[in-house]
C-alpha cells in the first residue's frame, strides 16, 4: 500500500508564492510519474503539472511560466513551486501518484492520490 503525505497549502496573497511537497511512502519499488492536480469549488478537478521519472515535466496552460514542479526519486518526493499567485488558483490540490509497488520479482502498478491541501489567493 502507497501513502500519499501532503503539506504546504494555505492563504496568500495575489502575487504571492507558495510551495507544496508530496511525499509517497510504503512498498514502492519505483515510481512512474507524478502529478499535481487541482479542484475549485463546483469545479472539476483539472491537472495542474506533471513529471515523469525521467524528469520530462508538463503544465497547464494557465499556469505555464508561474508554477514549477520538480521531484527528488530518492525521497519519492514531489514538490510544486507556485508563484505570482492569482485569486483563480484558488482550490484543493492534490498529489498522484503512479508506479510500481512491491519488488523486481512481484510487482503490481499503482495509482494513489493524497489527501489534498487547500490553496487560498486573496486580500
Known amino acids: 500500500q502507497v501513502r500519499l503525505v501532503e503539506s504546504g497549502g494555505g492563504l496568500v496573497q495575489p502575487g504571492g508564492s507558495l510551495s507544496l511537497s508530496c511525499a509517497a511512502s510504503g512498498s514502492i519499488f519505483s515510481i512512474n510519474a507524478m502529478r499535481w492536480y487541482r479542484q475549485a469549488s463546483e469545479k472539476q478537478r483539472e491537472l495542474v503539472a506533471a513529471?515523469?521519472?525521467?524528469?520530462?515535466?508538463n503544465y497547464a496552460d494557465s499556469v505555464k511560466g508561474r508554477f514549477t514542479i520538480s521531484s527528488d526519486n530518492a525521497k519519492n518526493a514531489a514538490y510544486l513551486q507556485m508563484n505570482s499567485l492569482k485569486p483563480e488558483d484558488t482550490a484543493v490540490y492534490y498529489c498522484?501518484?503512479?508506479?510500481?509497488?512491491?519488488?523486481?520479482?512481484?510487482?503490481?502498478?499503482?495509482?494513489?492520490w493524497g489527501q489534498g491541501t487547500q490553496v487560498t489567493v486573496s486580500s
Open positions: 513529471i515523469t521519472s525521467g524528469g520530462s515535466t
Open positions: 498522484y501518484v503512479q508506479g510500481w509497488s512491491g519488488s523486481a520479482t512481484s510487482a503490481s502498478s499503482f495509482g494513489s
